[in-house]
């Protein structure tokens, strides 16, 4: 026995040596001569970075398993706050993370359910909302707690986020926070009911979204006038419906007229969402937003009331000079890193918009492109990365989508923006389908590299490079262009001359989604022989075909002549009927060739 | 505190538009740079309004080797003149976003090497490259077991049998 009691005695011995042993190792390596704070730092990276649901709610979040490596990462996870700001709404993490928190600022997500559980975890992480820098509560029914978020200020929330999902909720009756939210920054209200003059929307707001609220809660003009003005910091301005309502008899000038425009002078993003354009003028006209580098602009109904098919109904060519008025000012890029360029823009993409009529158009500075496999939608298959982006998204129904005003909006934006040096371009959009837009949009960007078309515009690109549309008849859309540049745009040439070659420098083209049975005498004839040569693409030596469909006679056609391009048949073959893209070296194979 | 010696202007030709700093690195290796590029260390420019008060120059002695210094400068010289968020003092807390393509190939060293700048980062307090190897080093561990992460690092288990189950390790997973 005595003998059983000495070996546990050297058993203990011998594993707290062993320990000893371990914590001086750990204290060599390297790791554990970094200070605790940048450890602190790593964590903060890890966790996020690590996946924020764990399997069950029981489970801890995946970045604890650092806590399980060596003491002193637990230690050092434990006794920093800002690691445990994320409140974990369960019943085993909840206290946890309230108390290691400790005095840090906490968000609280809430997502509610109904169930009891729940209701209480609401009420108890809502008593803790002094010390809230950011709530999001979104689910069904928040009615009930409404009158939580009204019993103490919240003097350092930056965020507030509430979307109701049901019946829309009614803030009108109470002060949220007493009405004190110094820090207010970003808010952003769904399916709620408000006064428009409530305290919450405070002068400190950068952010505000308001969507899905009733028709009876849309502001009159001088409501929402008003709460524009007191938020002179905005730079993210998102309402998706409350858009006052103008009369069908109001003239451009009654819309316009009555008070100088509010300026927003830090607004980035606008994405205003309406009943007519013409409800959207009334509140374009009536702010000034100089660096705006997104415009959005959507409504459902074209807002005429004579119903005619004139392409360009009144409410629609006011839209049209609104939107060119707005344009003179966002003329140069706006980097928003805060590093001012004097740098032109380097892509451009044309491309449906919304879901329904209507187009956007994306002028940047692309520094990644590579392809993924969205093959539902060939443009987006594109993963950019755009710096300095400016992002211009309009869509309406009816007349005010109509060809003339996308057309005129296209090209005063192509005419303002800085797009000298673009070499990249993308184009998904049927309004390409004209051969005059590619020499009216595209005949003085003569650096482009790069070009991937879709669909019909590839119709348009191959009608250009046959020399149509280059001196074109005048239409409604040039009297249009040349009245707003008049009025709006004198620095703008009105009728450059019209380029020689579109795309001399054109190295790599992309055809994708369209029946190259129909333009396989165009595009590959035409490149083949060179008959492009004398309008453009004097220097193409890449094309890549993505998407397409082709017959098996064409395909034997251009195996012919693809016999002494040293492509691989069976891959090009492969590329072709699938999705993936197949590239010809047009140096090799096409020079000369006839099939 | 670093050690400060003091130089004259033969070695430190610092008169012209862009003047320069002497670095002194812990190996004894002498390293010319424009104040401009290492602007965006905070500790460099506290050092640097403090020549300007004494009305002194000196050269900086820094407690790491100049294979790091020179990678550190490297790194301030490809963002010269660049704003970079994290460097603001008013910038948001780290968020999801991912290392910077650049940075990535800069920070493709060994493990001892990237924990080296980091630590060099920190000291001259240059946030933006702390965050940017504090990302790499997470990006190392992620999606690994506790056993895989203290293999990557070279740590042990140090845990007592009381410590891997007790009341205060139960919430920490």
Same mark, same amino acid.
């Given at each position: ?55 069950? $709610? ?77 709530l999001v509560m979104n689910?069904?029914?928040l009615s009930?707690?409404v009158?939580?978020l009204c019993?103490?200020?919240a $003097?350092?929330l930056e965020t507030l986020e509430i979307t109701e999902r049901s019946w829309p909720v009614s803030l009108k009756e109470h002060e949220l926070f007493l009405g004190k939210t110094p820090r207010l920054r970003r808010l952003s209200l769904r399916g709620c009911s408000f006064s428009w003059a409530s305290p919450i929307f405070c002068s400190t707001l950068t952010h505000l979204a308001i969507c899905d609220i009733e028709t009876a809660n849309i502001p009159t003009p001088s409501e929402l006038r008003d709460i524009l003005a007191a938020l002179p910091d905005l730079r993210h301005l998102a309402l998706n419906g409350p858009i006052p309502r103008l009369s069908h008899k109001a003239t451009m000038k009654s819309v316009t007229k009555c008070h100088s425009p509010i300026f927003l002078p830090h607004l980035r993003f606008l994405h205003l969402r309406g009943h007519a354009p013409r409800d959207l003028l009334g509140v374009m006209s009536q702010i000034s937003i100089p660096h705006c580098?997104v415009l959005r602009l959507s409504s459902g109904t074209s807002g005429s009331s ?8 009144p409410p629609a060519?006011w839209m049209?000079a609104c939107i060119?008025g707005h ?24 491309? $449906?918009?919304g ?28 993963? &950019? ?8 998204d309009l869509c309406w129904e009816g007349?005010a ?35 005059? &837009? ?158 | ?92 807390? $780290? ?44 990006? &190392? ?33």
């Amino acid at each position: 026995m005595a003998k059983r009691s000495a070996l546990d005695k050297q058993i203990a011995r011998a594993e707290h040596e062993l320990l000893a042993l371990r914590r001086l190792k750990n204290s060599h390596a390297f790791i554990s001569r970094v200070p605790v704070e940048i450890l602190a730092h790593i964590f903060s990276f890890f966790k996020a970075s690590s996946s924020s649901i764990p399997h069950s $709610p029981c489970d801890p979040p995946t970045w604890l398993a650092v806590t399980h490596v060596c003491q002193r990462w637990r230690h050092v996870a434990l006794s920093f706050p800002s690691l445990w700001t994320d409140i974990l709404m369960h019943k085993h993490w909840l206290s946890e993370t309230l108390t290691r928190s400790k005095r840090a600022l906490i968000c609280i997500h809430i997502d509610v359910y109904g169930d009891a559980e729940t209701l209480q975890l609401i009420r108890t992480v809502l008593g803790s909302v002094g010390r809230a820098k950011e709530l999001v509560m979104n689910g069904l029914n928040l009615s009930p707690y409404v009158e939580d978020l009204c019993r103490e200020p919240a $003097p350092f929330l930056e965020t507030l986020e509430i979307t109701e999902r049901s019946w829309p909720v009614s803030l009108k009756e109470h002060e949220l926070f007493l009405g004190k939210t110094p820090r207010l920054r970003r808010l952003s209200l769904r399916g709620c009911s408000f006064s428009w003059a409530s305290p919450i929307f405070c002068s400190t707001l950068t952010h505000l979204a308001i969507c899905d609220i009733e028709t009876a809660n849309i502001p009159t003009p001088s409501e929402l006038r008003d709460i524009l003005a007191a938020l002179p910091d905005l730079r993210h301005l998102a309402l998706n419906g409350p858009i006052p309502r103008l009369s069908h008899k109001a003239t451009m000038k009654s819309v316009t007229k009555c008070h100088s425009p509010i300026f927003l002078p830090h607004l980035r993003f606008l994405h205003l969402r309406g009943h007519a354009p013409r409800d959207l003028l009334g509140v374009m006209s009536q702010i000034s937003i100089p660096h705006c580098e997104v415009l959005r602009l959507s409504s459902g109904t074209s807002g005429s009331s004579s119903g005619g098919s004139s392409s360009s109904a009144p409410p629609a060519r006011w839209m049209t000079a609104c939107i060119a008025g707005h344009l003179k000012t966002i003329s140069s890029p706006n980097s928003q890193n805060g590093r001012n360029t004097t740098d032109g823009y380097r892509a451009i993409a044309f491309s $449906p918009g919304g879901h329904k009529r209507g187009f956007a158009f994306v002028a940047g500075t692309c520094r990644q492109l590579y392809e993924t496999n969205d093959t539902d939608h060939p443009l987006h298959s594109y993963h &950019m990365v755009w710096d300095d982006k400016f992002y211009l998204d309009l869509c309406w129904e009816g007349h005010a989508a109509s060809r003339c005003n996308m057309e005129v909006v296209f090209r005063i934006a192509c005419a303002s923006l800085p797009l000298h040096d673009v070499d990249t371009v993308f184009v998904d959009s049927d309004f390409f389908r004209e051969p005059k &837009m590619w020499w009216i949009v595209f005949g003085r960007m003569a650096h482009v590299k790069r070009l991937v078309v879709t669909g019909y515009a590839v119709d348009g690109l191959l009608a250009a490079l046959r020399g149509e549309g280059r001196q074109a008849e005048s239409s409604e859309s040039d009297a249009l262009f040349e009245t707003l540049v008049k009025k709006y745009l004198p620095e703008i040439d009105e009728a450059p001359a019209m380029p020689q070659h579109l795309f001399p420098e054109l190295s790599q083209l992309t055809v994708e989604g369209v029946d190259l049975n129909r333009l396989f005498d165009d595009l590959i004839g035409g490149l083949c022989f060179r008959s492009f040569k004398k309008n453009g693409l004097k220097r193409l030596s890449r094309l890549y075909l993505r998407s397409c469909n082709v017959r098996y006679e064409h395909l034997v056609r251009l195996a012919g002549c693809l016999s002494h391009s040293g492509v691989d048949w069976d891959e090009f073959r492969s590329g072709l009927i699938g999705h993936e893209s197949v590239a010809i070296k047009l140096e090799d194979g096409f020079r000369g060739q006839r099939f | 505190m670093p050690t400060i010696v003091s130089v004259d202007d033969s070695t430190v030709p610092g008169e012209g538009s862009s003047r320069l700093l002497l670095l002194v690195s812990s190996d004894n290796k002498h390293i010319v740079v424009e104040e401009d590029i290492m602007s965006r260390s905070r500790f460099i420019s506290k050092q640097v309004e403090g020549f300007e008060a004494t009305s002194q120059r000196h050269a900086i002695l820094l407690p790491f080797s100049s294979f790091v210094l020179n990678k550190v400068i490297e790194y301030c010289s490809h963002y010269r003149g660049y704003y970079l968020l994290e460097d603001d003092p008013d910038a948001a807390p $780290p968020g999801r976003s991912p290392v910077r393509e650049w940075d990535q190939e800069f920070l493709d060293v060994d493990r001892n090497m990237l924990l080296r700048i980091i630590k060099a980062a920190h000291y001259l307090e240059i946030k933006s490259l702390v965050g940017s190897c504090a990302r790499a080093i997470a990006d &190392m561990i992620r999606g690994k077991t506790t056993e895989e992460m203290r293999e990557i690092l070279g740590v042990e288990n140090d845990f007592t049998p009381e410590e891997e189950h007790s009341p205060s390790s139960k919430c920490t997973g």
